[in-house]
């Protein structure tokens, strides 16, 4: 009984790292149909851009949106890319702030 415990034990270790990868595997997966996603938005965003009217008082600033979806797109391509385990010592880089307004 208690050598079917420790086969227990021992299977159970080597079948939690399988798991952790296949979770990270899964999680880059999804982040990289986000980046597909948002990317996808740049057809939308022309077509609306197009359809705008320049005489406006208040205008959308397009070019706007689309640095900050860049900006996501490229923060996301950034994570996917990065090794998967980083040195304790990395420093926390510094990040411009998506503007978020978009009117002017």
Excluded: K, N
Excluded at 47 to 72: H, K
């Amino acid at each position: 009984m208690r050598r079917t415990g420790i086969q227990i034990l021992g299977i159970a270790l080597v079948l939690v790292p399988a798991f952790a990868v296949a979770d990270a595997d899964a999680e880059r997966e999804a982040l990289s149909q986000l980046v597909h996603e948002l990317g996808a938005l740049e057809p939308l965003i022309d077509e609306a851009e197009a359809q705008s009217d320049p005489d406006q008082r208040i205008r959308m600033e397009y070019d706007w949106l689309r640095r900050d979806l860049e900006r996501v797109r490229s923060g996301i391509r950034e994570h996917i890319e990065a090794p998967r385990r980083l040195p304790r010592s990395v420093a926390p880089r510094e990040i411009e702030p998506l503007r978020g307004d978009y009117r002017r």
